[in-house]
């Protein structure tokens, strides 16, 4: 949680320093080989069925994930992601109920606009009222997800059933969901040329510090707004996701989406003090967080033990970067 | 030959913030081929100046031409592609990203940075490098390399000698120089006179936000210069100040005593003795462990070898409350760091007063504004004490600083350069009180960038090199030149040939 | 959240107009034009449904703004302080559950369980915040869902003894003396009026103010900033505790999301009421406003008889407004 990964490294040194800097690419998914092994310990009959499941389970949060770790890297924060999911995933699921796939498809680029309007309504607020992000998002999250409500009063809708394969079908082998390529396909089309991009420079650079980027000509307020409304983007892709793997829109997923997802982009290696980590460790680590209540029933524990897990879980990650640079200091 | 062109015209620009007036009626003149120096006391205006005319805050009024043409910039990109580029005392590197990144985001061409870099005696420069992982003077070399790399035709380069060695600016020197023969133009703030009258055509000097003379800066026109900084009437009386003789301890308990001490990279191993009444100064080049030894005597942190006493009790402190009980207070170099900026000066006063867990209960309140009342009235703070401390001037908020160790009892104090980007009239005001300090009995260590100041507070100096005392004299000796040679460790090598 | 340095945007020209002269009228006596604005929203109800505001209205009012009162006292010392705390909702709730849960060991047994909690999740809070330096958001996010989680556990453990509110609570959070005062206010005056009093006039007070403006300052004055932020912190668990205890003997059924409508309001309370989420700024008296204001608001949405969802969106965006309106005031 020390180190960094912005775009574009000029870096020209070995494993360490690669490993130094992007803690996100090597610490999160060893991690999560590491859990996997001890799920197929702990569950020899493993089969691609679990593989899919979870795949199908982490792919909402990942892109939660996705969407906090865009901002987060801005310096700011959004703790409307889970209500915009709920958003997008209840309009979905109200208008596509009795559509066909073609469609389906037309009605979801809709629904992605729509939520890259809602970030562009949050990053308006921010940059234009002054008011701290943190109170504009708690805010806004409390107002989408009443938008949510209106739009859906309680679980319901669908989407067509081609439509909803694409998240739970596979590819090729039964262990490979369309809800895994679902996810890479779409934070590697929406952050990859963001990161190479100028933008995403600017991203980084206003995230590590507003003044001197300033200072050196860069658009802070066009910045943070580009930032949000990529959260808005990503959010609606969970959305989608959502409706997706569930086959149902849920207007009150929105609280668990915006505290794991945010969850996740901490212990994916984003500092919350901007600037620092990448979009693969927030990613992975949403799958880790999916795999824990897995894991506890498996273990025949009863499975709300898993947001006391992942709320430790947080805890412990924090606390203990929080003891490395405590006895880094004491030392130097 | 017909004149040269004007590159830059300001006039009458105005700006407040709140109830604060920063400038009032600013004004000057930039000619093509020129290196114009900017100067004034502090809260002159000169800052203010500098941002709005890099586009950092908008102006209230006023205008500002470049080759004749009225412009106003919103942003330092605006400035930036109309030609004028600024180089801040803190560079405006951001930390996350590599040197190289960090050139991209000004627009500024690799190749041209580079070859400034190695100008600059950075021959080959990692530009993969963290800009948080590199010291501070390379990043103000990168961050003046970005600005020339731009090719401005109006370079604003603010304070940056400031705590440079002298061979880095002699370099910077020289590319301003490089830069007036190319007929573009040089706005140079800083300081420190002699660096104005040796590089520098002219002075436009700011007095309280307004512009109250533009002046030649050939040789002798020093006085005139501070004159208008300071009005006349404050010049006269800043010279007063005389030095004080230093006098002999014999065997008393020092105050302080210092053996061998060591911490980190740069604290080698120091010893020296400190007396009540005494000021001992320190002199030193940036970086000669002056700021570890600061920082382990007043416990900021703790010490890698070597023994502290005071008043003839081994001392280990762990946190600089431990420092406070035992009578040692510090004043830092950057009086960010130790001030409420939003909390009003009666609070910042007392402040210290209630670290124990035992002062954390109901104050009596009437004995803290008597005694933070004392205090200002004796630092000449001169505003009320329940105004906010970000509103005072910077000579102002130094003051408070040390109002805050006066306030409560103290045996010992470090002052941290203190003075570093201060006016002229505070300086002397904190100087006099250092002695009257000294004279009742407190010892004063004192550090100071600025060496020819030495002889106004002093009774004794010892010149850190390399981590470790190269030399001790009386401030009767301590003339700059040989304050200067000793720094740079070259009187202790002939002595010890000797 | 990283406060920029220095305001990084352009100022543009400003005119002394009589607006601005009554914006600075405003930003003297701050607290005068949050009550003004309280009035205004009464005065709008008076007019939209003539004859509601009586004592009665107000009496119930002042009983509903208790809690959220309570919990916002907590919000503010720890936004004071540079922080925020969102686990203030799921100790509320734990605390309230935990102290149902345990009322057939008597009354002061149960409630000091409900107290427990607070103390407890506060320190936990206090030890990663301030001798581990964790930013406070994710701390309190992370201690927010152990909390919640292990809660949620403990009633699936926990069949056998059903949750039942003991009478006094029920008094406590509903219940009214002298014709019309509400009880709570007991429970909400004295603990205001310290908080109240103790900012500006103690040590610890003015400790919290310095930390929240300058943490590196107060270290180098001596201060050990650790033991004000753990103090702080463990002063926001216990008031959300009684908060819980408050709102539980209102709604009189201990359930798993008891307390979680009152996350935004507490953090939105000292924020109209010009508590700075930086640090160094602001005070209690702004926050009691803040707390009434939203109560009141509430009670007008009520009226208004709108359903949920639109009555939160219109919630959620008049405190958008008034935060902002705020913020451009003050800045």
Known sequence: MTSANPPHDAGRAGLGRFAQRHPGLVGMPLFLLLFLAVTVAIHPSYSSFDAQSLAMGAMPLALAAAAQTVVVISGGIDLSVGSMIAVTNVLAAATMEHANFGQAVLLSVLVLAIGAAMGAANGLIVVYSRVPDVVVTLTTGFIWSGVALLILEKPGGGAPDRFLSLGAGTFATPWISGALILLIASVAIIWIPVQRSRLGLLLYAIGSDKAAAFRSGVNVERTRFLAYVLGGLFSAVGGIGLIMTTGIGSPLAGVYYTLSGLAAAVLGGVSLSGGRGGMVGPVVAAYVLTLIPTDLIFLNIDPNFGQVIQGTLIVLVVMAGGLVALLRARKR | MSAPEILLAVNGLAKRFGAVVALRDASLELRAGEVQALMGANGAGKSTLVKILTGVFGADGGEITIRGRACRFRSPAEARDAGLVSVYQDPALVPDLTVAQNLRLARAPLDAARQWLTELGIADPDVGAFVRDLPFQTLRLIDLARALASDPSILLIDEITASLPADLSARIFAIVRHWRERGRGVIFISHRMAEVSVLCDRATVLRDGVTVGATETARGSEERIVELMLGYEVARAAADTAPTPGQPYGDAVPALEVNHLRAGRLLQDVSFALHPGEVLGIAALDGQGQEELFDCIAGVRDRDGGEIHSHGALRRFRHPADAIRAGIVLVPANRLQAMLPQRSIRENVALPSYGPLSRWGPIAMRRERGRVENAIRRLQVDTRAESELRRLSGGNQQKVMIARWLASAFKILLCFDPTRGIDIGTKRQIYALLRELAAAGSAVLLFTSELPEIRLACDRVIVLFGGRVVREMSAAEADEATLLRAAHGLVARREDAA | ?331
Not at chain 3, 37 to 50: H, Q, S, T, W
Not at chain 3, 181 to 197: E, T, Y
Not at chain 3, 267 to 279: E, L, P, R, Y
Not at chain 3, 298 to 314: F, K, W
């Open chain 3, 1 to 331: 959240m990283n406060a920029p340095a220095q305001s990084i945007r352009p100022h543009g020209p400003s005119a002394i107009s009589l607006g601005s002269r009554f914006g600075a009228m405003l930003r003297r006596h701050t607290i005068g034009a949050l009550i003004l604005l309280l009035l205004a929203f009464v005065a709008g109800i008076e007019v939209a449904r003539p004859g509601t505001v009586t004592p009665i209205w107000i009496s119930n009012i002042l009983l509903f703004a208790a809690p959220l009162g309570i919990l916002a006292a907590g919000q503010t010392l720890v936004m004071l302080a540079g922080g925020i705390d969102l686990s203030v909702a799921s100790v509320a709730t734990a605390s309230a559950y935990l102290m149902a849960t345990h009322s057939s060991q008597g009354g002061s047994a149960a409630v000091l369980w409900g107290l427990g909690v607070g103390l407890l999740v506060g320190a936990v809070n206090g030890l990663g915040i301030a001798v581990l330096r964790v930013q406070p958001l994710v701390m309190t996010l992370g201690t927010g869902l152990m909390t919640e989680g292990t809660l949620i556990v403990y009633s699936q453990k926990l069949m056998a003894s059903a949750p039942r509110v003991p009478s006094f609570i029920q008094s406590l959070g509903s219940g009214k003396v002298l014709g019309g005062v509400p009880i709570d206010l007991f429970a909400w005056i004295p603990l205001g009026f310290l908080v109240l009093i103790g900012l500006p006039r103690t040590g610890l007070g003015r400790l919290i103010y310095a930390v929240g403006d300058n943490r590196e300052a107060c270290e180098l004055a001596g201060v050990r900033v650790w033991q004000v932020l753990f103090a702080d912190y463990i002063m926001c668990g216990l008031f959300a505790a009684v908060a819980g205890l408050v709102i539980v003997g209102g709604t009189n059924a201990a359930d798993m999301s008891l307390a979680d409508v009152y996350l935004l309001p507490s953090v939105a309370a000292a924020i109209i009421g010009g508590t700075s989420i930086f640090g160094g700024r602001g005070g209690y008296a702004g926050s009691v406003v803040g707390a009434l204001i939203l109560t009141v608001l509430n009670s007008l949405l009520t009226l208004l008889d709108a359903p949920e969802p639109i009555r939160q969106i219109l919630y959620g965006a008049i405190i958008l407004l008034l935060a902002a309106a705020y913020t451009r005031l003050t800045d």
